[in-house]
């Protein structure tokens, strides 16, 4: 229940919850200087701005569950932050100040590894890569992996349902979650840690807590799904004319191979071209000019053939059959994570080179080809100067197509001139092509008004009330997924 009056000033409500918490938790759970406080203001992409007068950082559920409580008895939204790594504005808090930002960072235990079950419970601010890193130590690992892995926390990663580049084998975070913890908006706490293979209570709350951005509640732990550990791993590159000359040769590959293969991302060179140009080190995999390059990681594990004989014999069909034209595979893993770098480099050399509109989406796989091609050349014609490509996870449906400004424009003017629309068309044509506008980053602040231009009126009405009766006063990191005007108005 708000405990607020007409005149109750937003700055005093967050003045008075400022002062509750840390009588409840203690200094170590109030930040309010404004230079600790700057760098979590900011988006990773740089495009959104917010201001926040404190961060509150508790370290056990009990003290997040604390803050929810009193942040609704004083009326302040709250906006929950990991690794602060969301390529929508997902995490940054309202320009308007009326936020406190709620950070999960401190939460930052692995509570348990089971080895023989295949289970993690991590909570929500565990970084991805220690987890990765604890989960070897066990002889398991964690099949998920970005390019933010160094800086990503388990808790965003489930609040956004994140893929990254093994989706092809494992899914997106959605189906690597067993269990979940957290502190709903009444500041009551959800107990869903145990990984119940059935369960039949009515409503799946875990699930429908994945990927809702924290703005049904506040993800505090979450319970794991390993995998054996990999015993020989091999990553090559493969020189194609086409994206359907990918595709058939992933088949082709899948056929041969089962699920051994864990990654198949499809690089035009465009984007490799920049990688080459912006990021310091980088070479090209393979000599000549290609069209477009895949980088393969074929896996085996205890007793399977070694992969990179097993990998060879698959690029060596694909070349016979005429589906691609080069391939090189890694002589050790140094030569492997430098290949690997010039995929995970791609955003950055964009960022390098100029203004880019980037669209995270989806659609059925098998139209993923021509719809990358047909797309790009629609935008191209449409705004004359720029640049349209597609990159990514082809095998799951899932590329990152991009529109890159022309040399020497104005960022902000381009962008509202020109980008914004050509972002329109993009999703428009994703729409017609039965996709998805967002297949793993999420709504946050960015795809907002384009979720409700494009969704059915079903789709948005559940939505709504989903968020309405979890969360009637609207505090749960506001602005986000749904926009304000259609959120429960907060007090």
Not at 17 to 33: E, F, N, Q, S
Not at 200 to 222: C, F, H, M
Not at 232 to 252: C, I, K, N, Y
Not at 296 to 317: N, R, S
Request: aromatic content about 4%; proline content about 6%.
């Amino acid at each position: 229940m708000t405990n607020t009056t007409p005149a109750d000033t937003m700055p005093a409500r967050q003045a008075r919850l400022i002062d509750a918490v840390r009588a409840a938790l203690g200094d170590k759970a109030v930040v309010t200087d404004p230079q600790d406080i700057a760098p979590w203001l900011e988006d990773w992409r740089g495009r959104y701005h917010g201001a926040s007068v404190a961060i509150l950082s508790p370290d056990t559920t009990e003290g997040v569950a604390t803050v929810v409580r009193l942040a609704g008895e004083c009326g302040v939204p709250l906006v929950p932050q990991g690794g602060n790594t969301s390529m929508v504005g997902g995490a940054t808090p309202p320009a308007d100040g009326s936020a406190v930002i709620l950070s999960l960072r401190r939460m930052n235990r692995i509570r348990a590894i089971d080895p023989a079950a295949k289970l993690a419970v991590a909570e929500a601010g565990v970084i991805l890569q220690t987890l990765h890193e604890a989960a070897e130590a066990s002889g398991l690992r964690f099949p998920l992996t970005l390019g933010a892995r160094g800086s990503a926390t388990i808790g965003g990663l489930a609040s956004t349902n994140a893929g990254g580049t093994q989706v092809l084998r494992f899914g997106t975070m959605r189906a690597l979650v067993a269990g979940i913890e957290a502190v709903l908006p009444d500041g009551s706490v959800y107990d869903g840690l145990a990984a119940l293979k059935k369960d039949n209570r009515g409503y799946d709350l875990t699930q429908l807590l994945v990927g809702a951005e924290g703005t049904l509640g506040i993800i505090t732990a979450v319970t794991l799904r390993l995998v054996p550990a990999v015993h020989d791993r091999a990553t090559g590159w493969l020189a194609v004319e086409s994206p359907s000359d990918a595709l058939q040769a992933l088949r082709a590959m899948e056929a041969r191979s089962g699920n051994a293969i864990e990654s198949f991302e499809l690089v035009p060179k465009i984007a490799m071209d920049l990688v080459l140009k912006h990021i310091p080190g980088t070479r090209p995999p393979l000599a000549g000019a290609h069209p477009w390059l895949v980088l393969v990681d074929y896996v085996a594990l205890l007793g399977e053939t070694p992969a990179q004989a097993a990998l060879e014999e698959l690029l060596q069909g694909v070349l016979a059959a005429g589906l691609a034209q080069d391939a090189v595979i890694a002589a050790n893993a140094a030569q492997a994570e430098a290949f690997w770098r010039l995929r995970d480099s791609i955003s950055e050399a964009e960022r390098a080179e100029g203004p880019t509109m980037a669209h995270d989406i989806s659609v059925p796989v098998d139209t993923m080809p021509t719809f990358m091609l047909d797309a790009a050349a629609k935008v191209e014609a449409a705004f004359p100067g720029v640049h349209a490509s597609a990159f990514g996870h082809l095998g799951d449906g899932n590329v990152h197509f991009h529109v890159n400004a022309p040399a020497g424009v104005d960022a902000a003017r381009w962008r509202a001139e020109v980008g914004e629309p050509a972002s329109h068309m993009v999703y428009d044509l994703v729409v017609a092509a039965g996709g998805s506008i967002s297949a793993e980053h999420g709504i946050g602040q960015m795809k907002q008004a384009e979720l409700a231009r494009l969704s059915s009126p079903a789709r948005m009405a559940a939505l709504r009330a989903i968020k309405a009766g979890l969360d009637p006063n609207g505090l749960m990191n506001p602005g986000k997924l749904l926009a304000l005007a259609e959120s429960p108005s907060a007090p």
